[in-house]
């Protein structure tokens, strides 16, 4: 009930408050995006939405899952491993992600 109402007002909400949200979002995204460039990081933008995928290979790690859990237990950040997103024949690929 409480998502259903959550929806309602949300689809009450008017244009602006989108377009706000969106110009919101893509300034933070460029910011990230210049600080993980400045990391040494390559990053590949997503069109359509916030996440940002980035190659770790460089900094040494065998996988996206280490390379995550060495990001939150060391920095504090939390990140998505990506390869539950590929299919199987491309798993191998997208553990570099």
């Not at 690929?93 to 992600?97: A, P």
């Given at each position: 009930?409480q998502?259903?109402?959550?929806?309602?007002?949300?689809?009450?909400?008017?244009?602006?408050?989108?377009?706000?949200?969106?110009?919101?979002?893509?300034?933070?995204?460029?910011?990230?995006?210049?600080?993980?460039?400045?990391?040494?990081?390559?990053?590949?933008?997503?069109?359509?939405?916030?996440f940002?995928?980035?190659d770790?290979?460089?900094?040494?790690?065998?996988?996206?899952?280490?390379?995550?859990?060495?990001?939150?237990?060391?920095v504090?950040?939390?990140?998505?491993?990506?390869?539950?997103?590929?299919?199987?024949?491309?798993?191998r690929?997208?553990?570099?992600?």
């Open positions: 009930m998502a259903a109402a959550a929806a309602a007002a949300a689809l009450r909400a008017p244009d602006s408050y989108y377009e706000e949200l969106k110009r919101d979002y893509s300034a933070k995204k460029a910011i990230l995006l210049e600080g993980l460039e400045a990391a040494g990081f390559i990053v590949y933008p997503s069109s359509g939405t916030y940002i995928m980035v770790h290979t460089p900094f040494g790690f065998n996988n996206d899952i280490e390379f995550c859990e060495y990001l939150i237990r060391e504090g950040v939390a990140a998505i491993p990506p390869y539950r997103a590929y299919f199987i024949s491309t798993l690929r997208g553990r570099s992600w």
